[in-house]
């Protein structure tokens, strides 16, 4: 990217600690991200994939500072978010919010809905409560709903307006990044368009970037910019959302997208579906974390870890199959 990101992550690790004694450390370290590095322009989409378990919600947490890392860098907006602390972190949360997967019990179930939006401007902003009211009716406005539902609770709303409430409530704080986990997943089929369509139209009107984390891979390429593929800790291909159904060069990457249900009457025989379970994060395989399970694995992949590596422009993969010509990145170590 020519102009500095708005997000950098660089070697990102966060491990957890799995049983211990008293006096003894760890048994076991659960390696939830073990290294990843990204980039997130402003007003870019950036989609996150992969398979339940693979720390995609974890480096979320990590990037809004809602989880501490355990090693690692990153910057937003040219601050080094790490080193932030009182009136200098809460001032850059501002510029950071979430909107949860789950519309259900992300909001208090006994506070109104002018309360719920209105949290956040009091926290961010000195405005009068008159002030904030009329703020909190434009946001209403902007998500769909009206002023006449400032006074309901969130169990008056069907799951659909409730994440719109959520998003209303993102907003409040005027963000820079946006990062939605798994935002529609737990929405009937027909309100997740509704909502993705949403989302888009206010990343447009409020100049905003998303990390978007799903496993749907429909739904990601749809609303994203750039979509990075995540297995046990690591990213393994990153590809822009135009070429990525197209031209994906991992093995992962493409036994996810063979295993989407395709809605043709004259296919014959289905896909055959990605063999072997997701390895134990707190003993990962040695080499290439995908080669017990990857049909193409060499002698290679047993004793060394690829790393991420240009195979085309903007294309990074993380596979020994891919790494005759191009350039590395850092951060897979």
């Not at 870019?44 to 995609?56: A, I, P, Q, T």
């Not at 972190?89 to 809905?113: G, N, T």
């Not at 990605?274 to 974390?289: F, K, M, R, T, Y």
């Not at 085309?312 to 350039?327: D, I, K, S």
Request: neutral net charge; hydrophobic residues 40%.
């Amino acid at each position: 990217m020519a102009e500095q990101p708005l997000l950098k992550v660089t070697d990102l690790v966060k491990h957890f600690p799995l049983g211990a004694g008293l006096l003894k450390g760890p048994r076991a370290l659960v390696r939830a991200v073990d290294g990843v590095s990204l980039e997130l322009g402003r007003g870019e989409s950036f989609g996150l994939v992969g398979e339940s378990g693979c720390g995609k919600t974890t480096l979320g947490r990590l990037i809004l500072r809602l989880t501490p890392p355990t090693s690692g860098r990153i910057s937003l907006d040219g601050s080094d978010l790490l080193a932030l602390k009182g009136r200098e972190l809460r001032e850059i949360r501002r510029k950071l919010q979430i909107i949860f997967q789950d519309p259900y019990s992300c909001l208090d179930p006994r506070m109104k809905v002018e309360a719920i939006i209105c949290q956040p401007l009091r926290s961010f902003f000195n405005l009068t409560r008159a002030e904030m009211r009329r703020r909190a009716i434009d946001l209403l406005d902007k998500v769909g709903l009206r002023e006449a539902d400032l006074v309901k609770y969130p169990h008056e709303f069907s799951g659909g307006q409730r994440q719109r409430i959520g998003i209303a409530r993102a907003l409040a704080g005027e963000p820079e990044l946006i990062v939605a986990d798994e935002p529609v997943s737990a929405l009937d089929v027909s309100i997740q368009a509704q909502v993705i369509n949403l989302m888009m139209d206010l990343k447009n009107e409020f100049d905003l970037s998303y990390l978007f984390i799903s496993h749907d891979l429909s739904v990601v390429n749809h609303v994203s910019d750039r979509i990075g593929v995540m297995y046990l800790g690591r990213i393994v291909e990153l590809a822009p959302a135009a070429t990525f159904t197209r031209w994906s060069r991992h093995p992962y990457t493409q036994a996810l997208l063979a295993s989407v249900p395709q809605p043709d009457p004259h296919l014959v025989e289905p896909p055959s579906p990605l063999e072997g379970d997701v390895p134990d994060p707190s003993d990962p395989p040695s080499g290439c974390s995908f080669h017990p399970r990857c049909p193409y694995a060499m002698d290679v992949c047993l004793t060394s870890r690829p790393r991420l590596r240009e195979v085309e422009p903007a294309h990074l993969v993380a596979c020994w199959l891919n790494q005759g010509t191009g350039r590395s990145q850092g951060g897979q170590r």
